[in-house]
């Protein structure tokens, strides 16, 4: 899987190549970065495979639905690694409080 950073930039790629907005120098650069790193073409890849889906959509207006949801997927994403963090911090709490409540006490 590619690393978080390289998917983030690789949607920002997508949203731009998609607005209809993307320069020649803004294609050309997005070659560049789709050269330089595997990790790059892993999450462009996993992007296009991703853009696919949204294929039967084809619109004029169909590009800005795709890049809309892969935000809300990134947003999803986020929202769950918030989850797990309060999940692992609730159950670290709970275990260091068994273990100072087993503690022998000395007075």
């Known amino acids: 899987m590619p690393s978080h950073e390289a998917m983030e930039q ?3 790629w997508f949203s731009l190549l998609q ?7 803004d294609r050309a650069h997005w ?3 789709l050269a330089r790193t595997e990790d790059n073409r892993a ?3 996993f992007i296009d495979r991703v853009s696919q889906r949204f294929q039967p959509l084809q619109t004029d207006t169909s590009p800005r ?3 809309d ?3 809300v997927a990134r947003r999803r994403l986020a929202r769950r690694r918030i989850v797990l963090g309060v999940a692992v ?3 670290a709490s709970g275990v260091l409080s068994w273990a100072v409540w087993q503690r022998p006490r000395t007075c």
């Open 69 to 71: 949801a892969l935000q």
């Open 65 to 67: 639905l795709a890049a």
């Open 10 to 12: 690789a949607a920002a």
């Open 43 to 45: 999450a462009w890849a």
């Open 31 to 33: 070659q560049d970065w």
């Open 19 to 25: 607005s209809g907005t993307a320069t020649d120098t």
């Open 89 to 91: 911090m609730a159950g």
